[in-house]
């Protein structure tokens, strides 16, 4: 099966309203899809594959949903990040009270910030965060709101991770077989519509270098990437803030070796 050009459709879940129950079974549907993808564990090993200095203390996620990803991937982290201040940012605020206590028993204090990315990324920079998570969500964006959402994460952030569906054909098969996990119609179309709309060989490195000056983001420092695969079904995307002669370009990278 050929891998085509990315197209992004627009999926039926982001055009439900938070109470519908087709939306609140399609959100019980991606925390199993996320299970099947390994994205916790992926995360956290892309988090420990950053090396920074200092471990982050103010992180934010975009596109957070329910945040249940999140804590999953605190919990893993353990005592490694025993105090952090979590930003939960979407565009419906999905984040309960008892997933904010699950949060705190971490050591996590998480607040949940309603509002739209593309004027996050456009608004005036503030205090940078440590770490910006990213996990399916870059994929519902075109090419022009891409590169406004990568440029809002390089003035805003010292650090990305990012995992996103692999516009792969194997990709394309397993998202059309989602059924078999028990997922409901919405998650059948859209998983289909989301590795359609995924990334591969470079491209977000491309849009980041596009959005971001070849990844200056600001005077005197300048941005490390990879690009890479995480075998069966997730693309990464990983960048860290480092001081550096300008001169210097960022780093990237496309392998199919998992992160280790």
Not at 122 to 129: E, L, Q, R
Not at 172 to 194: E, F, H, L, P
Not at 215 to 236: D, K, S, V, Y
Request: net charge positive.
């Amino acid at each position: 099966m050929p891998v085509l050009p990315r197209l992004v459709v627009p999926e039926v879940l982001d055009e439900l309203a938070a109470d519908d129950p087709r939306a609140q079974r399609s959100r019980r549907d991606l925390r199993i899809v996320h299970t099947v993808m390994r994205s916790p564990s992926i995360l956290r090993r892309l988090i420990a594959r950053l090396s920074l200095e200092a471990s982050p203390c103010r992180i934010i996620e975009l596109g957070a949903g329910d945040g249940s990803l999140m804590l999953r991937v605190a919990a893993s982290l353990g005592a490694r990040l025993p105090r952090v201040e979590l930003t939960l940012l979407d565009r419906v605020d999905l984040l309960t009270d008892a997933t904010r206590a699950a949060y705190r028993r971490l050591g996590w204090e998480a607040t949940g910030v309603r509002a739209d990315v593309l004027d996050w990324a456009g608004a005036a920079a503030s205090d940078p965060y440590d770490l910006c998570i990213v996990a399916l969500f870059l994929h519902h964006f075109r090419a022009a709101q891409l590169e406004a959402i990568l440029q809002g994460i390089a003035c805003r952030a010292n650090a990305l991770v990012c995992i996103e569906p692999r516009r792969s054909a194997l990709a394309r098969v397993a998202a059309g077989c989602v059924g078999v996990i028990g997922a409901g119609a919405v998650t059948r179309g859209d998983a289909v519509k989301s590795v359609v709309a995924g990334f591969r060989d470079g491209e977000l490195t491309q849009a980041w270098n596009g959005s971001a000056g070849n990844g200056t983001a600001r005077i005197g420092t300048e941005w490390i990437l990879e690009e890479f695969a995480a075998l069966p079904f997730t693309h990464c995307f990983t960048g860290r803030r480092v001081a550096q002669p300008r001169a210097t370009q960022p780093r990237a990278t496309e392998s199919h070796v998992p992160p280790r």
